[in-house]
């Protein structure tokens, strides 16, 4: 029987030539590696250089961003920027743009002028352009007040227009009229105008009074009131409010004054804000924009705001 091989380290059977002998396990393999000096929890970063075509890249942009500046407007200055050999300015461009725009459709402006007012809406293809013109100027001059989409802030006093709860009325002509003069400003003559009395602030009422109509008020809605404080509010807002309101609250659009005997609510319709109206009074302002939009402008303004309610 052969003898078994002897499989273990040591000098007398280790391989030849040198370079393939069997490496020493206890030798600590030292190798000189440059590295770059940082160091984290141990780990060293090595300080190998860059790939060629990264560094060939790094280059090209450098170069790229040079001609760039040369070219096309890039530093600035005190007062401009740099404007480049190629003489490109954005601003122009966009000008531009906006002039190719406007010169398309300029007429279907001149049609939206031309047309009246009632008769917009019969024709498919300019009511359209004037709805969708509207609802670009709505955005640029009317949603800072009435909200992107047309719902108003109660909070504030800016009227929800998704309804057909008119104020000053609802027909194209109206609409026109309020958007072009504004309402209760002093720039134009011809602004909507009207003033409720402060009948707390003034004198004029009580204010056990004030909250007997405002419980009348409210019950006119169909809110939640105090029966006895309504019936002894019923008579005062006969005498004080009536006129302007309305005997049954349904109010007069033309003379701004709002209905009473729904929940439609300009300023709040709680016990609290209902008394805070009557005491001090309400006196919204809204510009007038005869001198902000041109006529088409208005008018298609007024066609947006006109259907986003259902008109009259």
């Given at each position: 029987?052969?003898?078994?091989?002897?499989?273990?380290q040591?000098?007398?059977?280790?391989?030849t030539?040198?370079?393939?002998?069997?490496?020493d396990?206890?030798?600590?393999?030292?190798?000189?590696?440059?590295?770059?000096?940082?160091?984290?929890d141990?780990?060293?970063?090595?300080?190998?250089?860059?790939p060629?075509?990264w560094?060939?890249?790094?280059?090209?942009?450098?170069?790229?961003?040079?001609?760039?500046?040369?070219?096309?407007?890039?530093?600035?200055?005190?007062?401009?920027?740099?404007?480049?050999?190629?003489?490109?300015?954005?601003?122009?461009?966009?000008?531009?743009?906006?002039a190719?725009f406007?010169?398309?459709?300029e007429?279907?402006?001149?049609?939206?002028?031309?047309?009246?007012?009632?008769?917009?809406?019969?024709?498919?293809?300019?009511?359209?352009?004037?709805?969708?013109?509207?609802?670009?100027?709505?955005?640029?001059?009317?949603?800072?007040?009435?909200?992107?989409?047309?719902?108003?802030?109660?909070?504030?006093?800016?009227p929800?227009?998704?309804?057909?709860?008119?104020?000053?009325?609802?027909?194209?002509?109206?609409?026109?009229q309020?958007?072009t003069?504004?309402?209760?400003?002093?720039d134009?003559?011809?602004a909507?105008?009207?003033?409720?009395?402060?009948f707390?602030?003034?004198?004029?009422?009580?204010?056990?009074?004030?909250?007997?109509?405002?419980?009348?008020?409210?019950?006119?809605?169909?809110?939640?009131?105090?029966?006895?404080?309504?019936?002894?509010?019923?008579?005062?807002?006969?005498i004080?409010?009536?006129?302007?309101?309305?005997?049954?609250?349904e109010?007069?659009?033309?003379?701004?004054?709002?209905?009473?005997?729904?929940?439609?609510?300009?300023?709040?319709?709680?016990?609290?804000?209902?008394?805070?109206?009557?005491?001090?009074?309400?006196f919204?302002?809204?510009?007038?924009f005869?001198?902000?939009?041109?006529?088409?402008?208005?008018r298609?303004?007024a066609?947006?705001?006109?259907?986003?309610?259902?008109?009259?």
């Amino acid at each position: 029987m052969a003898e078994e091989s002897d499989n273990t380290q040591d000098p007398s059977n280790k391989i030849t030539p040198a370079s393939r002998q069997y490496p020493d396990s206890t030798r600590k393999i030292e190798e000189d590696i440059r590295t770059t000096g940082h160091s984290w929890d141990g780990i060293e970063e090595y300080d190998n250089p860059m790939p060629r075509w990264w560094v060939w890249t790094f280059l090209i942009t450098v170069v790229w961003a040079v001609g760039y500046w040369v070219v096309y407007p890039a530093w600035p200055g005190i007062n401009s920027a740099t404007s480049g050999i190629a003489g490109y300015s954005s601003r122009e461009r966009v000008a531009q743009e906006i002039a190719d725009f406007e010169a398309r459709n300029e007429s279907l402006f001149v049609q939206l002028v031309d047309t009246d007012l009632d008769e917009i809406r019969e024709i498919d293809d300019l009511h359209r352009f004037a709805v969708n013109a509207g609802a670009s100027v709505f955005r640029a001059q009317c949603s800072q007040c009435h909200g992107t989409g047309g719902a108003g802030v109660q909070a504030a006093g800016y009227p929800n227009l998704l309804n057909d709860d008119w104020l000053w009325g609802g027909t194209m002509e109206d609409i026109v009229q309020t958007v072009t003069y504004g309402i209760r400003n002093e720039d134009f003559p011809d602004a909507r105008w009207s003033e409720m009395p402060a009948f707390g602030q003034d004198g004029l009422l009580e204010e056990d009074e004030i909250h007997e109509v405002v419980n009348y008020v409210l019950s006119l809605s169909g809110s939640e009131h105090d029966e006895a404080l309504a019936a002894a509010g019923a008579e005062l807002y006969e005498i004080n409010c009536a006129s302007c309101h309305g005997d049954g609250g349904e109010g007069d659009y033309f003379i701004g004054a709002p209905a009473l005997n729904n929940q439609i609510w300009l300023y709040g319709g709680t016990p609290e804000t209902l008394f805070e109206t009557i005491y001090y009074s309400r006196f919204g302002v809204m510009p007038g924009f005869a001198t902000r939009l041109r006529e088409a402008e208005i008018r298609a303004v007024a066609a947006y705001v006109h259907q986003l309610g259902g008109g009259q």
